[in-house]
């Protein structure tokens, strides 16, 4: 277990846990089963950028569900 120099910053977001990692990049994941999305992580960005990135995953899962 190591130590914590700063806080840890975890944002809820659509049913989403976004958390800021220490090289200020985000591991978006779901809140609970069944996953939508799979986890995935995100460069250095905002959490603004964040979102928008999830937004966007989320329209495109909703299109391919609808085209199947």
Known sequence: MGFLLGQEVVVRY????LLEQT???WLVRPER????????RTPSCSLAD??????????EDS???NAA
């Open 14 to 17: 659509r049913g989403f846990l």
């Open 23 to 25: 090289n200020k990049g």
């Open 33 to 40: 089963s069944p996953m939508r999305l799979l986890p995935f």
């Open 50 to 59: 964040v979102k928008t990135l999830l937004d966007w995953r989320l329209s």
């Open 63 to 65: 299109t391919e569900i």
